[in-house]
């Protein structure tokens, strides 16, 4: 079974911090991605990886930046949080390049900004 | 014209009911479909792939009519397990083709 993890299910962190998100697949999948979930508004795709260093940017890239070094984990990364970013943080990953395969999701990070 | 749209619900329904959800989506290129189930709190989940010949998962039955662009997904005899949000999934447009999400339709089923 695809395994995706991520660091914390519950975070608060306060106006100005620096907020660092990270994701582990266990599949050796080439794809990953973030997404964050807001009542209303779905799903939303902020950025994603094709391979090692790469990163391209999703619909709603502004005020995080992502970082992957290597190919299991895929970090998310608010440089500044702000009270707007208070939402659900969900880490997906998928084995094929093209980016119609399956997404496998981790179980999420409740992010709230004070 | 919104990428993918669903009716949110609620779908209220009582054990053994038989469901039905349908999907609209605009990129008349897509060529990927899926139905994702998301639990109260938890990640969506993959319920199954549509396919143009339609499939079908024991009570599950997912359809895609690509002329009039739309998924639909059937449940049968519903359990109270099947509560849940279900999400209709199609890939974007552009080389990239992401898949886009909808924002999903809730179902309660009642005892």
């Known amino acids: 079974d695809v395994k995706v993890t991520q660091s914390s299910r519950y975070l608060v962190k306060r106006t100005g911090e620096k907020v660092f998100l990270e994701c582990v697949q266990d599949?050796?999948?080439?794809?990953m991605f973030w997404y964050r979930q807001d009542p209303g508004l779905g799903l939303r795709l902020i950025y994603f990886s094709y391979d090692v260093k790469m990163k391209e940017k999703g619909d709603i890239p502004e005020g995080y930046s992502v970082s992957r070094e290597k190919k299991e984990r895929f970090s998310l990364i608010l440089e500044s949080a702000s009270t707007n970013q208070t939402s659900m943080y969900l880490c997906?990953?998928?084995?094929?390049?093209?980016?119609?395969?399956?997404?496998?999701f981790g179980p999420g990070t409740r992010l709230t900004v004070l | 014209r919104k990428e993918v749209e669903q009716d949110p619900g609620p779908f209220n329904v009582p054990e053994g009911a038989t469901v039905a959800f349908n999907c609209t989506y605009s990129n008349s290129a897509s060529q990927s479909f899926f139905w994702y189930r998301q639990d109260c709190r938890k990640e969506p989940k993959l319920l199954m792939s549509v396919y143009s010949s339609g499939n079908e998962d024991g009570r599950f039955t997912a359809q895609l009519n690509r002329a009039s662009q739309y998924i639909s997904l059937l449940i049968r005899d519903s359990k109270l397990s099947d509560s849940a949000t279900y999400l209709c999934v199609v890939n974007g447009a552009g080389s990239q083709g992401n898949l886009i999400f909808g924002k999903g339709t809730k179902l309660s089923v009642k005892p």
């Open positions: 599949m050796d999948h080439e794809n």
């Open positions: 997906a990953s998928s084995l094929e390049r093209v980016g119609t395969d399956t997404q496998y």
